[in-house]
């Protein structure tokens, strides 16, 4: 099993920036595809971003494409989500997954194996 831990959720001003973070622990970090989801007040969890085990390949959704960039440190066992210019849609729990090998291409929260329990953002217009 891997256990994820998110930290550095907080509250920000519309257009800042914000620095989130995964620790990984127990199992080898570096074997599983890494993923950010978010989920706001109301809707359905949504994918964010991907992170391939090596960190060479990434992918993100639509709506965050060009403003977050998601990094890994393998020897740290870690995983950040940097994202800039946020706009008060950004608001809500994002919550690091997930998914042993090489899985970069699944979009559905259903199809992540481990999840961290979140941390709040919240973005102030």
């Known amino acids: 099993q891997v256990q994820l831990v998110e930290s550095g959720g907080g509250l920000v001003q519309a257009g800042g920036s914000l620095r989130l973070s995964c620790a990984a622990s127990g199992r080898t970090f570096s074997r599983y595809a890494a993923y950010w989801f978010r989920q706001a007040p109301g809707k359905e969890r949504e994918f964010v971003g991907v992170?391939?085990?090596?960190?060479?390949?990434?992918y993100y959704a639509d709506s965050v494409k060009g403003r977050f960039t998601i990094s890994r440190d393998n020897a740290k066992n870690s995983m950040d989500l940097e994202m800039n210019s946020l706009k008060s849609a950004a608001t809500a729990v994002y919550y690091c997954?997930?998914?042993?090998?090489?899985?970069?291409?699944?979009?559905?929260?259903?199809?992540?194996?481990?999840w961290g329990k979140g941390t709040l953002v919240t973005v102030s217009s």
């Open positions: 992170i391939s085990t090596s960190g060479n390949v990434k």
């Open positions: 997954a997930a998914v042993n090998g090489v899985a970069i291409y699944r979009r559905m929260a259903s199809g992540m194996d481990y």
